[in-house]
C-alpha cells in the first residue's frame, strides 16, 4: 500500500473505533493529510440553513438543561472524561493524521481534554457567587451565576480537538448548549469528538438531545453562527484577520464574544539566564507543532553580551531536529498544515531578508514524503524589530534581535500588535519580578524560566491586543459562559432607598 492508502485505512479504523459511521462519509469537502498531502476522506459539508437549525435545536436544549443542577451537568462531563480516557490512543493518533502534529503531541492534546473534564467536574461543585455587605439595615445582597444561552464554539486547525473541550466542558457545567463549527481543515476529528459526546448524551438522563451540536464548513458558515441571535456567547479562535470580522459582528447585536486570537510570542533571555534551559525551552517552543501553536516562540531578545554564544548553541540545535513524518517516534518536527502555510513562510522569510535578516534554515525539507510541507524550522538575526517580525507567520520561524539592557528589551518586547503569550530567562529576581509587574509583559500570560508555550488548563488563558482579549480553560474563565444576577433581599419590615434617598408617598 502506498502512504495515502494507509493513511486512509487508518483514519477510518480510528473513526470507526471512537463510533463515527463512515458509512455516511460523503461531500464535497476534501480532507487532506499533512503528512503527505493525500485526500483522506470526503466530508459534508453544511450551509447556512443547516446552521440555524443546529442553533434552534441547541436552544431548546438549553431551555432545560440550564435547570438541571450544575453538579448534575457536571456528571455529564465526568462521563465525556471518561470515553476520552478510553479514546485517548485512537483520538490523538486521528490528531496527528489530520492535523500533521507529533504523536506525543496529539496524545498531550487529548490529555488536555481529560483535564480540563476533570477541572470542569470539580467546577460543577463551585459556581460561586458572592455575598456582599448592604448598606441598609435587614438586608442581604448576594451574586447569582446563571446559564446564559447557546454557546459557538469556532475553533482552528492546530488545535482541533483541545480548544472544543476547553469551550464545551465549562460551558456545559455552566448550563449553557453548545454548536461548534471545527476548522474546515480538520472535519474528521470533530466528528470523532461529537460522536463521542453524543454517545454520552444519549445515555445519560438529565440530558436533552441537540445539547451538543456539530456544524461542518468553512467561513461562510461560521458567519451563520456569528449572527444567529440565539448565540449568547461566541468564542472564536484563530487569526486576528478573523477576529476583526467577527468581533465587530458580535458587537453590533450585542453578544458576548470570547476572542482568542494570534499571537507574536518572545522570550527575553538576561545575562544570568541558564542556557542550556533557555535553549532547550526554545527549541520545543519554536519548532514543536512546526511552529503551528498561537504559543509559539517567533522572537528571542536576548542580552548582547551572550547573543553570540546562544545564537551559535541554538545553531547546533536546530542542525540535529529530526524533520519528518509525525507519525515516527523519533520526529520533533512535522510538516506544515499545507501549501499555502509553506509559502507564507517563505514570504516572510524573503521579506525578513530585505529588512537585513541573516536567515539559517528555513528550505523545505524531503521529510520522507515529497507531497508533505516539511521545513527546516529557520532562524533569523535580526537588526531590529521590524514589520515582518511583528507580523504572526504561522510557521517555524524564530527572529533574533539582541538588547543592552532590560528598558529597551521590554519596550521592544511589548512593542508588537499582539499580547498573548511571554518569558524571561533570568536568575537575577529583580528581573524576573520586573517583568512580571505592570510595567512588565503586557501579554495574558507571563512565565519566568519556562518558554511560551504548553500552558496547563487550571490557568485562564488567552491574551491582550490583537489576541482578543477572551480567556478560555481555568481560574474563573467559566464566568464568561454565564450571567451574573445581582441580588438585593430586604427581611426587614422598612423600605428604606439607598444612598440615603427619601421618596415619602
Ligand atoms: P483561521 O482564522 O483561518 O480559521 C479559524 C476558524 O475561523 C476556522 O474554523 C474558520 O473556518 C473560521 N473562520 C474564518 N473566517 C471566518 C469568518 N469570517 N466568520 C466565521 N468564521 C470564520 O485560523 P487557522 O489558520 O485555522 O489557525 C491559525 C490561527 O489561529 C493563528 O493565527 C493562531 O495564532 C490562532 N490560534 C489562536 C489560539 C488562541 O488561543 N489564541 C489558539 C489556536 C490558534
Given at each position: 500500500m502506498t502512504m495515502s492508502n494507509v493513511l486512509v485505512t487508518e483514519a477510518q479504523s480510528l473513526l470507526q473505533e471512537m463510533g463515527v459511521?463512515?458509512?455516511?462519509?460523503?461531500g464535497t469537502l476534501s480532507v487532506a493529510s499533512p503528512i503527505d498531502g493525500s485526500v483522506i476522506g470526503q466530508v459534508a459539508e453544511q450551509g447556512a440553513a443547516d446552521m440555524d437549525k443546529a442553533v434552534t435545536a441547541a436552544h431548546q436544549a438549553f431551555l432545560s438543561w440550564r435547570s438541571v443542577p450544575a453538579p448534575v451537568r457536571g456528571e455529564l462531563v465526568r462521563l465525556l472524561g471518561e470515553e476520552l480516557r478510553t479514546h485517548k490512543k485512537a483520538l490523538g493518533k486521528l490528531v496527528t493524521i489530520e492535523a500533521g502534529k507529533i504523536l506525543s503531541e496529539g496524545l498531550g492534546e487529548v490529555q488536555e481534554m481529560i483535564d480540563i473534564c476533570d477541572f470542569a467536574v470539580g467546577l460543577s461543585r463551585q459556581l460561586y457567587g458572592k455575598t456582599i455587605a448592604s448598606e441598609r439595615p435587614g438586608h442581604r445582597m448576594m451574586e447569582s451565576w446563571h446559564?446564559?444561552?447557546?454557546?459557538?464554539?469556532?475553533?482552528?486547525?492546530?488545535?482541533?480537538?483541545?480548544?472544543?473541550?476547553?469551550?464545551?466542558?465549562?460551558?456545559?457545567?455552566?448550563?449553557?448548549?453548545?454548536?461548534?463549527?471545527?476548522?474546515?481543515?480538520?472535519?474528521?476529528?470533530?466528528?470523532?469528538?461529537?460522536?463521542?459526546?453524543?454517545?454520552?448524551?444519549?445515555?445519560?438522563?438529565?440530558?436533552?438531545?441537540?445539547?451538543?451540536?456539530?456544524?461542518?464548513?468553512?467561513?461562510?458558515?461560521?458567519?451563520?453562527?456569528?449572527?444567529?441571535?440565539?448565540?449568547?456567547?461566541l468564542s472564536a479562535t484563530g487569526s486576528t484577520r478573523m477576529g476583526k470580522a467577527v468581533g465587530p459582528r458580535v458587537a453590533?447585536?450585542?453578544?458576548?464574544?470570547?476572542?482568542?486570537?494570534?499571537?507574536n510570542n518572545a522570550m527575553i533571555v538576561a545575562?544570568?539566564?541558564?542556557?542550556?534551559?533557555?535553549?532547550?525551552?526554545?527549541?520545543?517552543?519554536?519548532?514543536?507543532?512546526?511552529?503551528?501553536?498561537?504559543?509559539?516562540?517567533?522572537?528571542?531578545?536576548?542580552?548582547?553580551?551572550?547573543?553570540?554564544?546562544?545564537?551559535?548553541?541554538?545553531?547546533?540545535?536546530?542542525?540535529?531536529?529530526?524533520?519528518?513524518?509525525?507519525?515516527?517516534?523519533?520526529?520533533?518536527?512535522?510538516?506544515?498544515?499545507?501549501?499555502?502555510?509553506?509559502?507564507?513562510?517563505?514570504?516572510?522569510?524573503?521579506?525578513a531578508k530585505q529588512e537585513g535578516g541573516i536567515i539559517t534554515g528555513g528550505a523545505r525539507a524531503d521529510g520522507g514524503n515529497k507531497n508533505g510541507f516539511y521545513v527546516?524550522?529557520?532562524?533569523v538575526?535580526?537588526?531590529?524589530?521590524?514589520?515582518?517580525?511583528?507580523?504572526?507567520?504561522?510557521?517555524?520561524?524564530?527572529?533574533?534581535?539582541?538588547?543592552?539592557?532590560?528598558?529597551?528589551?521590554?519596550?521592544?518586547?511589548?512593542?508588537?500588535?499582539?499580547?498573548?503569550?511571554?518569558?524571561?530567562?533570568?536568575?537575577?529576581?529583580?528581573?524576573?519580578?520586573?517583568?512580571m509587574s505592570a510595567a512588565g509583559s503586557d501579554c495574558g500570560i507571563c512565565n519566568v524560566n519556562i518558554g511560551p508555550s504548553g500552558a496547563e488548563i487550571g490557568g485562564a488563558f488567552g491574551g491582550e491586543k490583537e489576541t482578543g482579549?477572551?480567556?478560555?480553560?481555568?481560574?474563573?474563565?467559566?464566568?464568561?459562559?454565564?450571567?451574573?444576577?445581582?441580588?438585593?433581599?430586604?427581611y426587614s419590615t422598612e423600605l428604606p432607598l439607598a444612598q440615603g434617598v427619601s421618596f415619602d408617598v
Amino acid at each position: 500500500m502506498t502512504m495515502s492508502n494507509v493513511l486512509v485505512t487508518e483514519a477510518q479504523s480510528l473513526l470507526q473505533e471512537m463510533g463515527v459511521d463512515i458509512d455516511t462519509l460523503a461531500g464535497t469537502l476534501s480532507v487532506a493529510s499533512p503528512i503527505d498531502g493525500s485526500v483522506i476522506g470526503q466530508v459534508a459539508e453544511q450551509g447556512a440553513a443547516d446552521m440555524d437549525k443546529a442553533v434552534t435545536a441547541a436552544h431548546q436544549a438549553f431551555l432545560s438543561w440550564r435547570s438541571v443542577p450544575a453538579p448534575v451537568r457536571g456528571e455529564l462531563v465526568r462521563l465525556l472524561g471518561e470515553e476520552l480516557r478510553t479514546h485517548k490512543k485512537a483520538l490523538g493518533k486521528l490528531v496527528t493524521i489530520e492535523a500533521g502534529k507529533i504523536l506525543s503531541e496529539g496524545l498531550g492534546e487529548v490529555q488536555e481534554m481529560i483535564d480540563i473534564c476533570d477541572f470542569a467536574v470539580g467546577l460543577s461543585r463551585q459556581l460561586y457567587g458572592k455575598t456582599i455587605a448592604s448598606e441598609r439595615p435587614g438586608h442581604r445582597m448576594m451574586e447569582s451565576w446563571h446559564p446564559m444561552g447557546v454557546c459557538g464554539v469556532i475553533s482552528a486547525f492546530n488545535f482541533p480537538v483541545a480548544v472544543w473541550s476547553w469551550n464545551t466542558c465549562l460551558a456545559l457545567v455552566c448550563g449553557d448548549s453548545v454548536v461548534w463549527k471545527p476548522s474546515e481543515k480538520t472535519p474528521l476529528t470533530a466528528l470523532a469528538c461529537n460522536a463521542i459526546i453524543q454517545r454520552v448524551i444519549e445515555e445519560f438522563d438529565d440530558a436533552p438531545a441537540g445539547l451538543h451540536q456539530l456544524v461542518v464548513g468553512g467561513p461562510a458558515v461560521g458567519e451563520a453562527l456569528v449572527d444567529n441571535p440565539l448565540i449568547s456567547i461566541l468564542s472564536a479562535t484563530g487569526s486576528t484577520r478573523m477576529g476583526k470580522a467577527v468581533g465587530p459582528r458580535v458587537a453590533s447585536r450585542f453578544g458576548r464574544s470570547i476572542l482568542e486570537l494570534g499571537g507574536n510570542n518572545a522570550m527575553i533571555v538576561a545575562p544570568s539566564a541558564d542556557l542550556d534551559m533557555a535553549i532547550r525551552a526554545i527549541c520545543f517552543s519554536a519548532v514543536g507543532t512546526a511552529g503551528q501553536r498561537c504559543t509559539s516562540l517567533r522572537r528571542v531578545i536576548v542580552h548582547e553580551s551572550i547573543a553570540d554564544t546562544l545564537i551559535e548553541q541554538l545553531k547546533k540545535a536546530y542542525n540535529s531536529l529530526p524533520v519528518g513524518s509525525p507519525l515516527e517516534a523519533n520526529t520533533l518536527v512535522g510538516p506544515l498544515i499545507d501549501q499555502a502555510s509553506f509559502e507564507g513562510m517563505q514570504a516572510s522569510l524573503a521579506n525578513a531578508k530585505q529588512e537585513g535578516g541573516i536567515i539559517t534554515g528555513g528550505a523545505r525539507a524531503d521529510g520522507g514524503n515529497k507531497n508533505g510541507f516539511y521545513v527546516h524550522p529557520a532562524i533569523v538575526e535580526m537588526p531590529e524589530q521590524s514589520a515582518t517580525v511583528k507580523t504572526e507567520t504561522f510557521a517555524p520561524i524564530l527572529y533574533v534581535m539582541r538588547y543592552s539592557n532590560m528598558d529597551e528589551a521590554i519596550a521592544m518586547h511589548n512593542d508588537v500588535p499582539q499580547g498573548l503569550s511571554s518569558c524571561i530567562f533570568t536568575l537575577d529576581m529583580r528581573e524576573a519580578e520586573r517583568f512580571m509587574s505592570a510595567a512588565g509583559s503586557d501579554c495574558g500570560i507571563c512565565n519566568v524560566n519556562i518558554g511560551p508555550s504548553g500552558a496547563e488548563i487550571g490557568g485562564a488563558f488567552g491574551g491582550e491586543k490583537e489576541t482578543g482579549g477572551g480567556r478560555e480553560s481555568g481560574s474563573d474563565a467559566w464566568q464568561g459562559y454565564m450571567r451574573r444576577a445581582t441580588n438585593t433581599i430586604n427581611y426587614s419590615t422598612e423600605l428604606p432607598l439607598a444612598q440615603g434617598v427619601s421618596f415619602d408617598v
